[in-house]
């Protein structure tokens, strides 16, 4: 082993450097060494650039592990240490420590990043962040982290048949599939926490409110803001002065009978993270628009529901099980051009769902035609209609009822309630700060019974699925690739990301110590027995042998 690498280091705020002599970490007994085999730039290491020590992954564990074992690993690296980021890899293993089992020296791993068991103040540990990531020759991980408390491995067998570039690009596209497959609650949490509040001169369906209240096993305690509590709720109730006395955070369920807008952009802070926020207007109106933090559908899993009547229970007729697209459905992603977007416009052509069409629309006509040249013959060939269109220039002009938000700006995600179609789903893919208040017209969104979704990350199942995909055939995830580089070319990769300036995924091969960052587009210049290996200037599994010297 050598004993020192080359590495992307950051070191503050907005600071990278490349460290061409970091020492190589050896394996203590529960310790893992891999050699980086590649790893993909993502938009979400720009959130880590600039936040650093106040990012939520970034910040330390504060249970799951005992903190003495956290001291023996010398690749976490929390708060304002220094970090290696970089969460789209795919590893070998050269070195484990005597009391490793979940893999072997030669085994090829593909890395899930999310500890979801190993929490932090406003998140969980994760490989890239508060542990060192995959922009490196050689990163050293820990059994007693990387073991899930029901005894999976976050390091997924990838075998010796794929690119590297396919393997560690697994994991983005995993976070595309979860925004799809995730599961979505369709009632009360059982032995949750539940507020109600009944504005002034609402007049709800108390039988209504009883039966939603007790479905399952019910709330484990009831807060009660505004006049009598309901006859029959049960023992439980407590009751609070007024909204501005509820804690934030705190309620797995809010129940609100009533059309005054400020209560409820009051109320979305109440919900906790995976919690419901369910607007019973009782046959009012807000009349304008509601101020609602939208980035916590996509970072906290709020959900919001309503309904125009006076029973709660007719709200959760609006949750679908799954945020999958459904039969029939026209889907509108907004942003296809991205990286992130053209996988999503792949990966629903390749859904298998029945009658879709697919609008792609994005500001970038270049951008557009490569996402033509990539998406068009997959979708002649499985039957889907793909329509790809200039936002500023022709905007789209018909209701949708699917739609897919890339950017992260609220106003994308209000036009998409006012152009979504009834019973529509609106998937807020992008990370829109939590803290960001975006005005909404709730009136539409209740009336057309529409819902909000979103996602942040993956789960261990969504890598095997998009593994076994990529395995079979059924999906190609080179699709996305743009350009290629060394360590020498990953810091100007991860500003080229920052600026949006490649319409693809870059993917970086440590091995390529010296390579500077090739476009696909340049590789005739740069590279020309590498772009001989393209496919119909798709980047392949030959492409990257000849890059690496193996073909």
């Not at 005894?151 to 994991?171: F, N, Q, R």
């Not at 906790?272 to 970072?299: D, E, S, T």
């Not at 990529?470 to 996305?480: E, H, I, K, P, Y």
Request: contains cysteine; glycine residues 12%.
């Amino acid at each position: 082993m050598p004993a020192t690498e080359y590495a992307v280091e950051l070191v503050g705020p907005d600071e990278l450097r490349l460290n061409k002599a970091k020492a190589v970490a050896q394996p203590g007994p529960w310790q893992v060494l891999c050699q980086v085999e590649a790893v993909g730039l993502c938009f979400s290491d720009l959130k880590l650039l600039k936040q650093f020590s106040e990012h939520a992954r970034k910040t330390e564990i504060l249970e799951g592990i005992e903190e003495a074992v956290l001291g023996e690993i010398p690749s976490y690296k929390p708060g304002e240490a220094a970090t290696v980021p970089g969460h789209e890899a795919v590893v070998r293993v050269v070195a484990v420590g005597e009391k490793v089992t979940c893999c072997a020296v030669g085994d090829r791993r593909l890395v899930q990043t999310d500890y979801r068991w190993l929490p932090t103040a406003n998140s969980n540990g994760s490989f890239g962040y508060n542990f060192e990531g995959g922009l490196q020759e050689y990163v050293l991980m820990d059994e007693r982290v990387i073991t899930s408390p029901e005894g999976e491995s976050m390091l997924i067998p990838a075998g010796e048949d794929l690119s590297a570039s396919a393997v560690a690009l697994v994991e983005p596209w995993a976070c595309v599939e979860d925004a799809y497959q995730v599961r979505e609650r369709q009632g009360v949490e059982e032995r949750g926490q539940m507020v109600v509040v009944v504005e002034e001169g609402a007049v709800y369906d108390e039988a209504g409110l009883r039966a939603y209240a007790r479905g399952s096993d019910g709330p484990a305690r009831i807060t009660w803001v505004g006049g009598k509590p309901a006859a029959g709720l049960g023992s439980w109730v407590h009751v609070a002065a007024d909204v501005a006395a509820l804690a934030d955070g705190a309620f797995d369920d809010v129940v609100y009978f009533g059309s005054r807008a400020e209560t409820v952009g009051a109320l979305m802070a109440k919900v906790g993270p995976g919690g419901l926020l369910n607007v019973v207007q009782c046959g009012g109106r807000f009349g304008k628009a509601v101020a609602l933090q939208v980035g916590r559908v996509h970072y906290g899993g709020v959900r919001v529901v309503g309904t125009q009547g006076n029973d709660p229970r007719e709200a959760l007729k609006t949750i679908p099980a799954t945020a999958e697209v459904r039969s029939g459905d026209a889907v509108q992603v907004v942003g296809a051009g991205g990286p992130m977007g053209v996988m999503h416009v792949v990966r629903d052509i390749c859904s298998g769902v029945a009658g879709l069409s697919v609008y792609a629309g994005d500001l970038d006509d270049e951008r557009l035609a490569i996402l033509d040249r990539l998406a068009g013959a997959l979708a002649k060939e499985r039957g889907v209609e793909l329509v790809t269109y200039n936002a500023k220039r022709a905007p789209l002009e018909r209701d949708v009822d699917y739609v897919v938000v890339m950017a992260p700006v609220w106003q994308l995600v209000a036009e998409a309630v006012r152009s979504a179609a009834t019973g529509g789903i609106i998937n807020i893919f992008a990370g829109i700060a939590a803290s960001v208040v975006g005005e909404i017209d709730l009136d539409a969104y209740i009336a057309k019974r529409l819902y909000f979704v979103g996602t942040s990350g993956s789960v261990l199942e969504d890598m095997k699925t998009v593994l076994g995909k990529v395995a079979s055939g059924q999906l190609d995830t080179n699709l996305s690739v743009g350009a290629i580089c060394g360590m020498a070319g990953a810091v100007e990769g991860i500003r080229a990301v920052e600026a949006q300036q490649i319409a693809g995924k870059i993917v970086v091969y440590p091995a390529c110590r010296e390579l500077g960052l090739v476009t696909l587009g340049q590789l005739g210049e740069e590279l020309p027995e590498v772009a001989a290996c393209l496919q119909d200037g798709v980047w392949t599994r030959e492409a990257e042998a000849k890059l690496l010297g193996e073909g």
